[in-house]
């Protein structure tokens, strides 16, 4: 207690605004849940599985590289369910709609699971951030889309610990051997990087 009430004081007398204690806060509480999910065993399955609405999840020991974001929002208390349906229901036609999802409506069981549309809701309800082959252009907290070749799609989070060799932030991701911190940053073809919530 004695050492939060310091830390209080030490922010006032330097008049750093509230809202960037509270983003600080915010980043440290989304890169420590992050980084749980390595603790997790999860087999990579893509399979459509029909979920409950809002806060559903696909069976805890499946799932793929964007369940694991939806996880780690929801520990923070974020339902990218909901909120990526809510946006993609009144803005239906800005979201992407590949001819082999077939898509006449929302779907609250696989919508928020598709990279292409998490990159649409970052964009549209975060930070859209430039694309950069600078390391140090991305912060813990980030999230990265790539390409990894045959326009096949990728997520992860950038997290607060450093590669020893490169000197990158490390990602928490799941490319298909679970949940996973590694040193990929510039591994593929980087697409998209975001902040959410923005700042």
Known sequence: MILINVAIALLIAFNFPQSSARQSAFTHQLVAAAIERTQHMVRYDPAYVRIPYPNGDVPADTGVCTDEIIRIYRTVGIDLQKEVHEDMQANFSTYPNQARWRLAHTDTNIDHRRVPNLMVFFS???????????AEDYSPGDLVTWDLGGNV????????????????????HNIGAGPKVEDV????????????PSP
């Not at 549209?124 to 600078?134: E, N, V």
């Not at 940053?185 to 959410?196: D, E, Q, S, V």
């Open 124 to 134: 549209r309800k975060g930070q859209k951030l430039p694309l950069s082959l600078r």
């Open 153 to 172: 799609p990728h997520i992860g989070m950038v997290i607060d610990r450093k590669s020893p060799q490169s000197g990158h932030h490390l990602i928490m």
């Open 185 to 196: 940053l510039f591994n593929w073809r980087i697409t998209g990087h975001y902040r959410y």
